[in-house]
């Protein structure tokens, strides 16, 4: 299965691994000169894999030889929420990390003296935050999610037999969502295969649109806040109809998706800390850091065999033998891990 050029092509500016050589908690070697910083994570809204990218960079900073103060707070995707969270930063912040498209634009337009690093951002510039892929932005920079929706489409016809039809359900005010429907109609003309959109406007509009589809064979389901976060109401219409549904990264296959070749939003999350940690503590200048796209390294195969048994497919022995190989329990587990942290 072929790779998406666009992703190979990210090593060269996602390539943030030195900073991390000397980690090991707080009592290893100095990498700082035990400055204190404070930086804010704002998050969109709670989903599996914004809530690992939030955690990869918390972890970034905990490994990291300086004090890193975090104020965290989430929008829940509400507009009044998100924009009082932005506007209430203060300018003694060192660094502002948004996480989703939403709230990083949000942040963009309000923050102007502090740095600004987001993540889960698919396309940056057709966002408006960043000129191009090779310059960053007056103050903001970060690390994009864009992934490999070619390589996510194929695998559905790896899987699905016959397949003439994918549904994609996605929220129309998400400019990541839209960038991912466009990708997908371009490659489905090289798939000979059709796309059946079906758009809304928020989570509770979910079930009704899925319902909505005529006669998809599949369904995909794009880095969708909106979507992802009503993705029980997809994953259930799947199975009641014996419609195999497939996701754009990994949690969404431990909640119960079929599969994917995806972004881990972990392993993602920490790259956007490590970018964050080099601004923040001056090694490197954010104008000389252009938006990087995701290290190849986070990118993995992972499939769901109960969620597959339950929509009646079977993954072929050739794409398990190379993949994580997870079920809903982890989903469970990881959610009990959260709770019993926050406590």
């Given at each position: 299965?072929?790779?998406?050029?666009?992703?190979?092509?990210?090593?060269?500016?996602?390539?943030?691994?030195l900073l991390l050589t000397a980690c090991g908690g707080n009592g290893g070697e100095a990498q700082?000169?035990?400055?204190?910083?404070?930086?804010?994570?704002?998050?969109?809204?709670?989903?599996?894999?914004?809530?690992?990218?939030?955690?990869?960079?918390?972890?970034?900073?905990?490994?990291?030889?300086?004090?890193?103060?975090?104020?965290?707070?989430?929008?829940?995707?509400d507009q009044a929420t998100m924009n009082n969270i932005v506007g209430g930063y203060s300018g003694?912040?060192?660094?502002?990390?948004?996480?989703?498209?939403?709230?990083?634009?949000?942040?963009?337009?309000?923050?102007?003296?502090?740095?600004?690093?987001?993540?889960?951002?698919?396309?940056?510039?057709?966002?408006?935050?960043?000129?191009?892929?090779?310059?960053?932005?007056?103050?903001?920079?970060?690390?994009?999610?864009?992934?490999?929706?070619?390589?996510?489409?194929?695998?559905?016809?790896?899987?699905?037999?016959?397949?003439?039809?994918?549904?994609?359900?996605?929220?129309?005010?998400?400019?990541?969502?839209?960038?991912?429907?466009?990708?997908?109609?371009?490659?489905?003309?090289?798939?000979?295969?059709?796309?059946?959109?079906?758009?809304?406007?928020?989570?509770?509009?979910?079930?009704?649109?899925?319902?909505?589809?005529?006669?998809?064979?599949?369904?995909?389901?794009?880095?969708?806040?909106?979507?992802?976060?009503?993705?029980?109401?997809?994953?259930?219409?799947?199975?009641?109809?014996?419609?195999?549904?497939?996701?754009?990264?990994?949690?969404?296959?431990?909640?119960?998706?079929?599969?994917?070749?995806?972004?881990?939003?972990?392993?993602?999350?920490?790259?956007?800390?490590?970018?964050?940690?080099?601004?923040?503590?001056?090694?490197a200048d954010l104008e000389d850091t252009p938006p990087a796209l995701a290290d190849e390294s986070?990118?993995?195969?992972?499939?769901?065999?109960?969620?597959?048994?339950?929509?009646?497919?079977?993954?072929?022995?050739?794409?398990?033998?190379?993949?994580?190989?997870?079920?809903?329990?982890?989903?469970?587990?990881?959610?009990?891990?959260?709770?019993?942290?926050?406590?």
């Open positions: 299965m072929k790779r998406n050029t666009l992703l190979k092509t990210a090593a060269t500016t996602a390539a943030m691994g700082g000169d035990g400055e204190a910083y404070k930086a804010a994570i704002a998050q969109y809204v709670s989903h599996p894999s914004l809530d690992a990218n939030a955690q990869g960079i918390k972890d970034v900073f905990d490994e990291a030889d300086v004090d890193v103060e975090v104020d965290e707070q989430n929008a829940q995707a003694d912040l060192d660094i502002v990390l948004p996480i989703a498209t939403p709230i990083a634009i949000a942040a963009a337009t309000t923050v102007e003296d502090t740095s600004i690093v987001f993540s889960s951002v698919t396309d940056p510039v057709d966002a408006g935050l960043v000129p191009d892929w090779d310059t960053a932005g007056d103050n903001i920079t970060g690390v994009s999610d864009m992934n490999p929706v070619d390589d996510q489409l194929e695998l559905i016809l790896d899987v699905v037999d016959d397949v003439e039809v994918i549904g994609i359900p996605y929220s129309s005010a998400e400019s990541n969502s839209v960038v991912q429907v466009d990708a997908a109609k371009e490659a489905a003309e090289s798939l000979d295969v059709e796309i059946e959109e079906v758009a809304v406007t928020n989570t509770s509009e979910v079930a009704q649109g899925v319902e909505s589809f005529s006669n998809v064979d599949a369904i995909y389901v794009p880095t969708d806040n909106t979507v992802v976060s009503g993705l029980e109401t997809v994953i259930s219409y799947g199975i009641d109809n014996q419609i195999p549904v497939f996701a754009a990264e990994s949690d969404s296959v431990e909640r119960g998706t079929v599969g994917t070749y995806g972004l881990n939003y972990y392993e993602h999350g920490r790259q956007a800390g490590e970018m964050a940690l080099e601004i923040m503590t001056g090694e986070a990118m993995e195969y992972t499939f769901n065999l109960d969620a597959a048994e339950k929509m009646g497919v079977e993954i072929p022995e050739e794409l398990t033998d190379e993949a994580t190989i997870v079920d809903e329990d982890d989903a469970a587990d990881d959610d009990t891990d959260s709770e019993e942290a926050d406590e």
